[in-house]
């Protein structure tokens, strides 16, 4: 696995010469993210690192995981038009190097606001309307991605945004996503195991068996999670990739009403759904899910 790069804000501003007001604001899934103005609008600008090679060749470079991914990232944040979807920003799929590190960045959308494993910490649990809301704006960013091919296969609390502004949710991070007519990028599992689906573990078939309804399960384990505070399948005392594994695919959790007093019965049906264990057992479609969540 990469290791993040080393960047200051001056190294930035050279690699990026058109952003002003650089600043640095976080770290993650192989990322380093800093903020910038480009033309009066304020941007974040993403990096990651690109493995050693000897080969002095940006071709070599290009056909990196790492590369692959980032690759992918903005190709599907510039097909992909749903406002739940983050945004690419003017900077495109760039590559360069800065203290002896080569890079491949690009920008985004700059949301203020806060991811939802943040928001969770610092709020407590996600009242019901608002778990509902959640459901069927992600739920369309699910529909749209799926609509060109691509599950994102990384749902889960903090790779989505709440707007300080509006309130409206936007799903992030789109490097893991598969493209189930493209060529494949990893030989293993990949994503946060803990908000896989079932089929995810099953990554050797993953191309026949994974649909949009495995970014459902995931979508229905952020909802549970954000409106008990519990993680149906996860506690601290699990400790084995094992033991995540078989309470996935086989433990089937308590409903959200059991955990939260006055849990509204038809968002509870909606979520337990969305866990079922085999993908025939969750929504036909995507509109089938926004449609009962209206419901609710």
Known sequence: MADLPSLTPDQVAVLVPQALHIEYIASGGQKLVFRGTIDGTIYALKFSKLPASPVDDLDEFASSDIAIRAKREVETMRECT????????????????????????FSEEYIVGSDLKTHLRSNGRFAAPEVAKLGIQIGSAVKALWEFGKIHRDIKPANIMRRDSSGDYVLLDAGLAFDIDGESISVGPVGTPAYFSPEQ???????????????????????????TATHPFWSPGDTTPQTLYSKITSFHPLPPSSIVDGFPEALDEVIMRLLGKSPH????????????????
């Not at 990554?203 to 399960?217: H, I, K, P, Q, Y």
């Not at 057992?281 to 609710?296: N, S």
């Open 281 to 296: 057992l969750r929504f036909r479609t995507c509109d089938q899910l926004i449609t009962a969540l209206q419901g609710v």
């Open 82 to 105: 749903s406002p739940y979807v983050v945004k690419l920003g003017p900077l495109g799929l760039s590559f360069g190097s800065a203290a002896g590190q080569q890079l491949v960045f």
């Open 201 to 227: 573990f099953e990554f050797t078939n993953r191309r026949t068996v994974l649909d949009f309804r495995s970014d459902m399960f995931s979508l229905g384990v952020t909802m549970y999670f954000l409106a």
